[in-house]
């Protein structure tokens, strides 16, 4: 096995450095000037998240090529990390909204439009959950869900899977205790209640512990997704989510299927892959070409149940819902993306172009032997710096290394190659080639012999 070298990690990071900010003097500029006006320097704190000190600032992006001020274009693997899972700016896409903002008009107007239905219809019949409603992100969507479970339960809690990730959702961000106690997950900014109030706690992979939150007899969903992603790509094993739905049904939770990154897995994200049966399952970002979207679904019976409760205002002060939500625009650029870009037949060729992005992945750390793992979900692939890969995300998390995630998302952004800032996922979508794939490889190889020399 192949033994890094902090030194010369911390070598390599430092000519890496210097090389991004040699070669980005208009974006460091600009980063400079928007610390005057903006919190954090950027318009969502998030974007400070790239590597380098400042990040790349946009002046175009098309496909999976962004350019930024300063002149370079890369190939980006990131795609918003999934929210441009169709690709930047796809014609299809355009051209909805452009109709919409040009001839028709009218952004939002608190007015239904004849595309909303059939969104609704698409998404029932890649998801098989019949009746939808929107929102402008997954993490509203989310939100909202999980309210709905408790009314129709009757029951208080939330169970969720330590270091998941549903957005911003105050009850999912979670990590489990060594005792097996809901704790707040690090970093998580003022938080309303200590998330034991509300959360109890299960480790990804362990239908044990699922059981034991099950148990106590107070919750009323369980919220996941098919396979974590947040925490690098933790993949169930065989039988754990068929175990999840029957101890659900065993004690009287419902189901939520989070697929807003999963959908990576196919037209009908792992939900059709894998046959599962959610009561509810919400998706956002990449379904409307990278136009603000989020969407839930339920069954008809969960929809009897929430109707049943006429004291529930869903109309105005109910905590469901928002002026913008379902918007003429977003709902347009929806029926477009699904209509006419995310085809059975893009998925079909994205992922077998991550396939060959993981073939070429592990054939180098096959070679150097480097103790790394790659997953592969669908048309996502992502390395961990562990071997073999995680099956939990407390394990995943421990195998986080700050200086090897800079050095290769420096690495690789220096020489023409974006990968998502936040972990080291690499997505395809349509406008991806085996050309793009293969120059990843390419450097992803040379990264590894300097720093394994």
């Not at 098919?226 to 189901?255: D, M």
Request: charged share 20%; aromatic share 8%.
């Amino acid at each position: 096995m192949s033994t890094l070298d902090r030194t010369r990690l911390t070598s390599l990071i430092e000519r890496e450095r210097a090389t991004y900010a040699e070669n980005h003097p208009k974006s460091r500029a600009a980063f400079t000037v928007a610390q005057q006006n903006l919190f954090g320097g950027v318009p969502m704190t998030w974007m400070t998240k790239w590597s380098g000190g400042f990040p790349l600032y946009l002046d175009a992006a098309h496909g999976n090529r962004i350019s930024d001020i300063d002149g370079h274009t890369y190939v980006d693997f990131a795609l918003g990390d999934t929210g441009a899972m169709a690709g930047h700016s796809p014609d299809a896409t355009v051209q909805a909204i452009t109709e919409r903002i040009g001839p028709k008009g009218g952004f939002t107007t608190m007015l239904p439009s004849e595309d909303a239905a059939w969104v609704g219809a698409e998404l029932a019949r890649r998801f098989g959950l019949p009746l939808w409603s929107f929102a402008l992100t997954a993490t509203d969507a989310n939100r909202w869900a999980l309210r709905l479970a408790r009314l129709a339960t009757g029951k208080s809690k939330v169970l969720a899977f330590s270091y998941c990730y549903h957005g911003s959702v105050d009850e999912t961000v979670v990590i489990m205790g060594a005792d097996g106690s809901t704790e707040p997950r690090p970093g998580n900014a003022g938080p309303a209640v200590h998330p034991a109030e509300t959360t109890r706690v299960a480790e990804f992979n362990d239908l044990s512990s699922v059981e034991r939150a099950l148990a106590n007899g107070d919750v009323a969903v369980v919220i996941t997704e098919p396979a974590l992603t947040n925490i690098g790509i933790v993949l169930p094993e065989p039988g754990f989510l068929e175990g999840v739905r029957t101890l659900c049904t065993k004690y009287g939770a419902l189901l939520l299927i989070d697929e807003t990154h999963t959908f990576s897995a196919g037209p009908g994200g792992m939900t059709k892959a894998e046959g599962l049966d959610p009561d509810i399952l919400v998706i956002g970002k990449s379904i409307a070409g990278g136009i603000p979207i989020g969407t839930y679904g339920i069954s008809r019976g969960l929809a009897d149940e929430i109707n049943s409760h006429d004291e529930a205002d869903l109309i105005d002060v109910g905590g469901v819902g928002g002026t913008l939500a379902g918007n003429a625009l977003s709902i347009a650029a929806a029926k477009a993306t699904l209509g006419e870009v995310l085809t059975d037949d893009a998925f079909a060729e994205m992922i077998a172009l991550a396939t060959r992005f993981t073939e070429g992945v592990q054939g180098v750390l096959d070679t150097v032997d480097v103790p790394w793992s790659i997953s592969q979900l669908g048309a996502r692939a992502e390395y961990r710096f562990a071997r073999p890969a995680p099956v939990n995300g407390t394990e995943s998390n421990k195998a986080g290394d700050d200086d090897l995630d800079e050095y290769m998302h420096l690495y690789t952004l220096n020489r023409g190659v974006l990968m998502t800032p936040f972990h080291n996922m690499a997505l395809m979508c349509p406008s991806t080639s085996e050309a793009d794939v293969d120059l990843h490889t390419e450097v992803f190889t040379k990264a590894i012999n300097e720093l394994y020399a």
